[in-house]
């Protein structure tokens, strides 16, 4: 079962592709994860991924799909995998559908986390991360005990700058931009499901497990 993650950042995709690896016994992968364990290891790929990094530019679509493609091979992979974070653009998904015709292989499922983006930026805004220990917190649906407060360690919460409101537009903006037409990629390649993210996590995991056992 070989499923990519779709959805504006705060919709929630990545829990949901680590509940659904948890579920089905297969990787979770970002392309975070990706670039530090090839890092780590020190392969040639890492090291050429580095090169971009050290630079503080964005290392290029070829040599990100070159590391998942590498990553794929794992024994790990064998039943399948979660792809989260890539592709992000319609060039990176027509790549990556070419590289696993070549493979004679093909992604099972696209699936789309949607939730608008006003509830994306009530959600994140109300998010609160602890400056000494890095516990996280919601106003609304996770508080701590004690207002502005960690309950691990009593340290400061604060408002993170990426869940700014206005960051949180930016990154939406940038998101229906790029991302978006994915969407319409994915429904020409009779792969596109969509899930309501709006609901429960438990229920948006339920609804998408729901379509991936038919």
């Not at 829990?15 to 392309?31: D, F, L, N």
């Not at 530090?36 to 971009?52: C, D, F, I, S, V």
């Not at 037409?181 to 020409?188: A, G, H």
Request: contains cysteine.
């Amino acid at each position: 079962m070989k499923i990519v993650m779709l959805g504006a950042p705060g919709a929630g995709k990545g829990t949901q592709a680590k509940r659904i690896a948890a579920k089905y016994g297969i990787p979770h992968i970002s392309t975070g994860d990706i670039f530090r364990a090839n890092l780590k290891a020190g392969t040639e790929l890492g090291l050429k991924a580095k090169e971009y990094m050290d630079k503080g530019a964005l290392v290029p679509d070829s040599l990100t799909l070159e590391l998942i493609m590498d990553r794929f091979n794992n024994e790990d992979c064998a039943n399948g995998y979660v792809l989260d974070g890539f592709p992000r653009t319609i060039p990176q998904a027509k790549a990556l559908t070419e590289a696993l015709e070549k493979i004679g292989d093909k992604l099972d499922f696209a699936v789309d986390v949607d939730v608008p983006d006003e509830a994306i930026i009530s959600r994140m805004s109300g998010r609160r991360a602890c400056l000494q220990c890095g516990g996280t917190y919601h106003v609304v649906f996770n508080p701590p005990k004690v207002e502005g407060k960690c309950d691990a360690c009593g340290g400061d919460l604060i408002l993170r700058s990426d869940d700014a409101p206005e960051t949180v537009r930016h990154r939406l903006e940038v998101y229906h931009e790029q991302t978006q037409p994915l969407i319409d990629y994915y429904k020409d390649e009779g792969i596109f499901e969509r899930v309501d993210g709006t609901k429960d996590m438990e229920t948006v995991f339920e609804d998408i497990t729901n379509i991936l056992d038919r």
